[in-house]
């Protein structure tokens, strides 16, 4: 069960995202990560991931291949590498939504970055 608090925490950083004030980096076409510097010399890393995963499923006597996305939040501390928070939506479906919102306007924020830096080096 995800802590409503953590919950709001997630929907703070979809906010600040969308506000351009988070810069993520895209590592695959599927994996997103943020690292923020700690005043007291540690760092928090922070791993998004969608995993799309199919599954074959009998209905009404016709195999049909179901495919669902489920994402991965991770949050680091460096330099130790401790895992402070592990969230799949597998385990914890409630908060797919949410998570799905952060993914989306984590690729709408990157896009937009793209599209500004294209038009950079094109002149425009």
Request: glycine share 2%.
């Amino acid at each position: 069960m995800i802590a409503p608090e953590t919950i709001n925490l997630i929907n703070e950083l979809t906010a600040d995202t969308r506000a351009g004030k988070i810069d993520w980096v895209k590592t695959s076409p599927t994996t997103f990560t943020w690292q923020k510097k700690m005043e007291d010399n540690t760092q928090a890393n922070v791993s998004f991931q969608k995993v799309q995963q199919n599954t074959p499923r009998l209905v009404a006597n016709v195999m049909q291949v179901i495919t669902t996305e489920d994402y991965i939040f991770q949050l680091h501390q460096r330099p130790t590498n401790t895992l402070l928070l592990d969230i799949k939506t597998q385990e914890n479906p409630q908060i797919r939504s949410v998570l799905k919102t952060l993914f989306d306007v984590i690729s709408q924020d990157l896009e937009r970055r793209g599209v500004a830096l294209l038009k950079k080096i094109m002149g425009n």
